[in-house]
């Protein structure tokens, strides 16, 4: 018998296959199936399975009868559908556990479509970020992404000998970060260009190697995630990503954006990241760390990655998941 089975067809930021060991770092007999590798080439990535490959819109797909993966799924407590994907799995899954997972674009552009669809059979919904909270998904679980610590090691000795700061930001997408205005505020701070260092993108040349990411930001004392506020479906968007999260497992200070930093608190309680929603907070936030001596600046560092273990980790979220999986259990007990 198979405790969860996790289906997608895209695996984005290779967040399905954190959650996968989480459930299995929990005990459970997890498997978990997609349709397309990441080109990002993680390390690790969830099994490709050929009843799902070759879908193109990435939502919405059809199991062939009688194929493989038709008989995981009737072998399955608990059906697991992530990155706001569902697959009609030619089963009534209103007679089995099932939890939807959104963290992205495609639930924060589509949600009341989707939701029309997901809720007519969704025991629980794993909402992945604070600003796709409220928008009528069926119980909805507020679960932040994971972060592997166990793989990814921190470094808190300052990178470069000197006194000088190393500050990163690297955008996979440079204007939808904000790239503009974070080169503002950082020319803003010509008067002490003798105390940092300041490495960005020279040119967006496509897509990065995760391990090669990782090791980018392993050279930096600190890493901008996001500053770029926009608009999506009427109401504010700006948070963080993985990269805090990741940045935050090196032993990094992060300093990012959050529109929805309440509903963290509410539910996480105490962050390490920075807020910084505005260019003047972004500004203060840089000469507070540029002019911080070195003892402060590691206290920092260590605090981050402490923090992050705490309350990301795969271990940390494994609790809260399994927490989900034993309430919708008893639906069907």
Same mark, same amino acid.
């Given at each position: 018998? $198979?405790?969860?089975?996790?289906?997608?067809?895209?695996?984005?930021a290779?967040?399905?296959?954190?959650?996968?060991?989480?459930?299995?770092?929990?005990?459970?007999?997890?498997?978990?199936?997609?349709?397309?590798m990441?080109?990002?080439?993680?390390?690790?990535?969830?099994?490709?399975h050929?009843?799902?490959?070759?879908?193109?819109?990435?939502?919405?797909?059809?199991?062939?009868e009688g194929?493989?993966?038709?008989?995981?799924?009737?072998?399955?407590?608990?059906?697991?559908?992530?990155?706001?994907?569902? $697959?009609?799995?030619? $089963?009534?899954?209103?007679?089995?556990?099932?939890?939807?997972?959104?963290?992205?674009?495609?639930?924060?552009?589509?949600?009341?479509?989707?939701n029309?669809?997901?809720?007519?059979?969704?025991?629980?919904?794993?909402?992945?970020?604070?600003?796709?909270?409220?928008?009528?998904?069926?119980?909805?679980?507020?679960?932040?992404?994971?972060?592997?610590?166990?793989?990814?090691?921190?470094?808190?000795?300052?990178?470069?000998?000197?006194?000088?700061?190393?500050?990163?930001?690297?955008?996979?997408?440079?204007?939808?970060?904000?790239?503009?205005?974070?080169?503002?505020?950082?020319?803003?701070l010509?008067?002490?260009?003798?105390?940092?260092?300041?490495?960005?993108?020279?040119?967006?040349?496509?897509?990065?190697?995760?391990?090669?990411?990782?090791?980018?930001?392993?050279?930096?004392?600190?890493?901008?995630?996001?500053?770029?506020?926009?608009t999506?479906?009427?109401?504010?968007?700006?948070?963080?990503?993985?990269?805090?999260?990741?940045?935050a497992?090196?032993?990094?200070?992060?300093?990012?954006?959050?529109?929805?930093?309440?509903?963290?608190?509410?539910?996480?309680?105490?962050?390490?990241?920075?807020?910084?929603?505005?260019?003047?907070?972004?500004?203060?936030?840089?000469?507070?760390? $540029?002019?911080?001596?070195?003892?402060?600046?590691?206290?920092?560092?260590?605090?981050?990655?402490?923090?992050?273990?705490?309350?990301?980790?795969?271990?940390?979220?494994?609790?809260?998941l399994?927490?989900?999986?034993?309430?919708?259990?008893?639906?069907?007990?």
């Amino acid at each position: 018998m $198979i405790d969860v089975l996790f289906l997608s067809f895209n695996d984005w930021a290779n967040t399905g296959w954190r959650f996968l060991k989480c459930a299995q770092m929990a005990g459970l007999n997890a498997m978990g199936f997609k349709a397309n590798m990441h080109p990002f080439h993680y390390p690790e990535q969830l099994s490709l399975h050929p009843d799902i490959m070759g879908f193109n819109n990435g939502v919405m797909g059809q199991l062939p009868e009688g194929g493989e993966l038709s008989k995981f799924v009737e072998k399955s407590k608990i059906i697991h559908f992530f990155a706001s994907s569902f $697959i009609d799995t030619g $089963i009534n899954l209103n007679e089995k556990p099932v939890v939807m997972q959104h963290g992205g674009r495609t639930y924060r552009e589509g949600h009341e479509q989707l939701n029309s669809v997901y809720n007519k059979f969704c025991d629980a919904t794993i909402i992945q970020m604070p600003d796709l909270l409220g928008h009528g998904a069926n119980n909805e679980q507020f679960i932040y992404f994971p972060v592997d610590t166990d793989f990814i090691k921190p470094n808190f000795e300052k990178v470069m000998p000197e006194d000088k700061l190393v500050i990163g930001f690297f955008p996979s997408q440079p204007k939808d970060k904000g790239i503009d205005q974070v080169k503002s505020v950082i020319n803003s701070l010509g008067h002490l260009r003798h105390k940092f260092e300041f490495v960005t993108l020279r040119e967006h040349n496509g897509i990065v190697i995760w391990l090669d990411s990782l090791d980018r930001m392993r050279k930096c004392d600190l890493i901008i995630d996001v500053f770029s506020e926009k608009t999506v479906n009427g109401y504010e968007y700006g948070e963080w990503g993985n990269t805090s999260f990741e940045a935050a497992a090196l032993g990094k200070v992060v300093l990012t954006m959050s529109m929805n930093f309440k509903k963290y608190k509410d539910e996480f309680g105490s962050c390490e990241l920075n807020i910084t929603n505005t260019g003047d907070q972004l500004r203060d936030t840089l000469i507070r760390y $540029i002019e911080m001596s070195k003892k402060e600046l590691r206290e920092k560092k260590v605090n981050t990655c402490k923090w992050v273990t705490d309350k990301h980790s795969i271990r940390a979220t494994a609790k809260r998941l399994v927490t989900v999986y034993k309430d919708i259990l008893k639906k069907y007990s």
